[in-house]
T-cell receptor
Framework: AQSVTQLDSHVSVSEGTPVLLRCNYS??????LFWYVQHPNKGLQLLLK??????LVKGINGFEAEFKKSETSFHLTKPSAHMSDAAEYFC?????????????FGAGTRLAVHP | DVKVTQSSRYLVKRTGEKVFLECVQD?????MFWYRQDPGLGLRLIYF???????EKGDIPEGYSVSREKKERFSLILESASTNQTSMYLC??????????????FGPGTRLTVL
């Protein structure tokens, strides 16, 4: 079975500084990986996804993630944090169950951005 | 844009009541899902449906049932609500049984409190 570990439950950064949210996965084959973001009182929104194309994936709002098979990692980064980035972020791996793709969610990382 | 709507943003019910949570999507998606979200646990799959009148158990189906009479609508039913079902409930939809990388689109969530 596949699993996802988000290494930090909370991350706090200052506005304008880089963001790093860490994610490790376990998978028996080449996985599909996603990052979703959830702003307060909102549903989940897809930030970016990796599906075995380029290992560096660019998403919305200046976020990007790099798939590193040797490290089984899919860390999310952004060069410069903005106040509006404060939210909860979920790393997700897709698991094949017959013809259906099940999403396995990490526990989430809450990002705080300070002025 | 895909839109997934949920019937209520906030709901308060009493122990033992029968509770219906409704979800509607407007993009003709085959797959629909119900998750519950609890702090520190990420999202856990309750039930999903890959076609009208079809349903499959997820990871935590106990205490829940579902109904899908029309393609666009997927209902979650708590037969006899209990306090440990107090949670945020999220509905999602996605395209059909294609290969990995299918994005799921989420509704805004229903925060259910059972007293």
């Amino acid at each position: 079975a596949q699993s996802v570990t988000q290494l930090d439950s909370h991350v706090s950064v200052s506005e304008g500084t880089p963001v790093l949210l860490r994610c490790n996965y376990s998978s028996s084959y080449s996985p599909s990986l996603f990052w979703y973001v959830q702003h307060p009182n909102k549903g989940l929104q897809l930030l970016l996804k990796y599906t075995s194309a380029a290992t560096l994936v660019k998403g919305i709002n200046g976020f990007e993630a790099e798939f590193k098979k040797s490290e089984t990692s899919f860390h999310l980064t952004k060069p410069s944090a903005h106040m509006s980035d404060a939210a909860e972020y979920f790393c997700v791996v897709s698991e094949k169950l017959g013809g259906y793709n099940k999403l396995i969610f990490g526990a989430g990382t809450r990002l705080a951005v300070h002025p | 844009d895909v839109k997934v709507t949920q019937s209520s943003r906030y709901l308060v019910k009493r122990t033992g009541e029968k509770v219906f949570l409704e979800c509607v999507q407007d993009m003709d998606h085959e797959n629909m899902f119900w998750y519950r979200q609890d702090p520190g646990l990420g999202l856990r799959l309750i039930y999903f449906s890959y076609d009208v009148k079809m349903k499959e158990k997820g990871d935590i189906p106990e205490g829940y049932s579902v109904s899908r009479e029309k393609k666009e609508r997927f209902s979650l039913i708590l037969e006899s609500a209990s306090t440990n079902q107090t949670s945020m409930y999220l509905c999602a939809s996605s395209l059909g049984l294609a290969g990995g990388g299918n994005e799921q689109f989420f509704g805004p969530g229903t925060r259910l409190t059972v007293l």
